[in-house]
Every structure is written in structure tokens, then in C-alpha cells.
């Protein structure tokens, strides 16, 4: 089959390379739709030293069951069911998983990373992802490109678990991709009577606008972020602030935009060491909390799955391209070049 990879010299390709087995222990799945995340993008343009090689890349997907194994009659999937799956695979036996935190787990495997990923006709669920109830069946209501979605959406939902949003509360959030728009709808829906949003690409500051109505955008290339927000909150600053982008430097910043008590989401990850950025004396006296985030969980994301259902998010509006697998790296360009939101694959 056609598969994305990173080769055993960790170069990126298409590349022919051997189905998956129908093992008595794995599912197997017809990848319908495929999207690209922020995490391929970093991996596409800088490598990934996380990624035991050769391995089929991409981790966010929804598809049709093609194949149960027979040690895995037991939990409710039969040939033809439209699944997506939560990538981050726990082992189910320690403390975190116990917990449901799986995303915590100790031994993390990762679709994509540790397993073989999605950018490929058929990807294999191992046994215990199936176990752990990483694999998730699809509602009907739901569409294979919009499922694509639903992981990196809980990506978000999963941090925002953190913050304690409430009525009233004023949330700035650093990035305008496809992630910051959906933090910026869930705050929303949790109250927030005020969304702010920091992007230096005035393209993508417009299209946010437009995704998310009633949005505020800050260019901090033309304007002062701290002051701004002063402004905006009487001088009280955000009550929530949540960096959904890798520039390190919004990190120190986040700090002095949030108010009294406010809480921080270090959502992005970001490159080198990570240290450096956090001052102790202003978290203390201003009584900050500050939160890391790490992927997700199968709860999340069903919760995620619930609002699609119920037409709380709306996960089409951000997909603003379609490629063959043959022309995913097209994809990549389009991202990086013309400020693309969000790229789904069809295999
Ligand atoms: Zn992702
Ligand atoms: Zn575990």
C-alpha cells in the first residue's frame, strides 16, 4: 500500500510499502480522511527524534473497520464500523490510566510515533489501544473529514479542564490557527463574555475573525499586547490566558497580560529546552496558576464527539483543503505558505 513516511534516514517520502497483517490480535481500518497536525508540521519541517523509524507518519483520523481480530470479538466492533481513534495509547495498568488520565501514562505510545500512523490506506489498532478503549465509534451525524478533527479539539478541551472559565471571564489566547479559533469557541461556550486573540499574520488575524464571530484581535506587530488588554479589562487583565502557538517568548508574556489570580494554559509546545521563560516572583504575588497540557484522552474526546453531535462545534468550517495522499507534502506547503487552517488527507 501507499503509505507517508519517515524512512529508516528519517527523510520524509511516499513510499510502497507492506499492508498491515490481520492478526488475531489488531483491528484494521480503511482510512477514510486524515488530517494534518500542528505536531506533523513541526516533524515535516524540522525532523522528530520522537519517531522510531521507518514509520507511516500522521496520527488524526476517522475510517471503516475492515478487519477484527479474533482475540477481540469482546469489545463491540464488527468489519464495516466507522471509527476514529485517540492516538495516545496508555498501558491501562498504571496509576494514570487507572485514573483515565492514559495521557499520563508512564509507558505513552503514540499512533504515528511508536505505531505505525494514518497517512496510508489501512493503519492497524493494536490490541491495546482496543483494550483501553482508544477506539471510538463514529456517529453517523459525524463525517470522516469532520472526525479528523475531533482529536486535536480535544487536545484543547482537555487543557481548558485547567482554566475554570466562568461567565464574565476574559480569555486571550496567542495564535490564531485552527487550535486557538477552538479554544476560542470552547471558552465561549463556557462563559467567557470576552475572547482575545494575539496573531502577528493580519491574514490570519481576519480569518479568525471570521471563524469565530465576535472575537477581539491583537496585531502585536502594530499594537501593544500588555496595553491593549489593560484597555480592554480597565486594567485588570485577562483572566485566562492560553498559548496556542510554539513562540516561546508569549510564555514570559502570558505572565504579565493575566490578571490577579489568572490562570495559564502553556498549551504549545515549544522548541529547545523550554526553560528560561517563568517568573517565579510575579506568579507569586500575583497569584497565578499556570498548567502544561500533554494530547488527550478517549473521554475527551468523546465529550468533543458529543458537541459535533449536538451542533456545538463545527468542525467543517476549518477544513479548508482536500489532498490525495500522493499530494500531502502539497498540503504541508499549503499550511506553511499560504496560512492553510486546516489540510485533510484522502488515502
Ligand atoms: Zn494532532
Ligand atoms: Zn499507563
Known amino acids: 500500500m501507499k503509505a507517508y513516511i519517515m524512512d ?47 514509520r507511516v507518519l500522521g496520527h488524526e483520523f476517522a ?47 503514540t499512533i504515528g510515533f511508536q505505531y505505525d500512523g494514518v497517512f496510508a490506506s489501512v493503519v492497524e489498532i493494536p490490541k491495546k489501544a482496543v483494550k483501553n478503549g482508544n477506539l471510538i465509534h463514529l456517529p453517523e451525524s459525524i463525517s470522516y473529514d469532520d472526525a479528523t478533527l475531533i482529536e486535536p479539539a480535544a487536545c484543547a478541551w ?32 463556557k462563559g467567557a463574555s470576552r475572547v482575545v486573540i494575539v496573531e502577528p499574520v493580519e491574514k490570519r488575524g481576519k ?13 502585536p506587530f502594530t499594537q501593544n499586547t500588555v496595553e491593549e488588554v489593560e484597555k480592554l479589562t480597565k486594567g485588570k487583565g485577562a483572566d485566562v490566558v492560553i498559548t496556542a502557538t510554539s513562540v516561546p517568548s508569549v510564555h514570559e508574556e502570558a505572565q504579565k497580560v493575566a490578571a490577579k489570580r489568572g490562570r495559564i494554559s502553556l498549551f504549545g509546545g515549544i522548541p529547545g529546552d523550554g526553560k528560561g521563560y517563568l517568573d517565579s516572583n510575579l506568579i507569586h504575588y500575583k497569584e497565578l496558576q499556570v498548567f502544561g497540557v500533554h494530547a488527550t484522552t478517549p473521554g475527551y474526546m468523546k465529550e468533543i464527539m458529543k458537541m459535533m453531535e449536538d451542533g456545538e462545534l463545527d468542525a467543517k468550517k476549518y477544513i479548508e483543503k482536500i489532498v490525495a495522499l500522493d499530494d500531502v507534502e502539497r498540503g504541508f506547503f499549503s499550511i506553511r505558505d499560504d496560512n492553510t487552517m486546516k489540510v485533510v488527507i484522502h488515502p
Open 8 to 54: 529508516k534516514d528519517r527523510i520524509l517520502r511516499i513510499a510502497d510499502i507492506s499492508a498491515p497483517l490481520k492478526k488475531a490480535d489488531n483491528i484494521l481500518v480503511t482510512v477514510r480522511a486524515a488530517s494534518i497536525c500542528g505536531t506533523d508540521m513541526r516533524t515535516f519541517l524540522k525532523g522528530n527524534v520522537k519517531i522510531d523509524v521507518p
Open 207 to 219: 480569518i479568525a475573525m471570521e471563524k469565530v464571530p465576535g472575537i477581539v484581535w491583537i496585531n
Open 63 to 109: 475510517g471503516d473497520i475492515v478487519h477484527v481480530g479474533d482475540d477481540l470479538k469482546e469489545y463491540g466492533f464488527d468489519i464495516g464500523d466507522r471509527v476514529t481513534a485517540a492516538p495516545a495509547i496508555g498501558c491501562g495498568e498504571c496509576y494514570y490510566c487507572k485514573k483515565g488520565y492514559s495521557n499520563m501514562c508512564n509507558d505513552l505510545e
Open 158 to 189: 482537555n487543557g481548558q479542564t485547567y482554566l475554570q472559565i466562568h461567565e464574565g471571564d476574559t480569555v486571550l489566547i496567542y495564535g490564531s490557527g485552527m487550535i486557538g479559533c477552538i479554544h476560542a469557541e470552547l471558552a465561549y461556550r
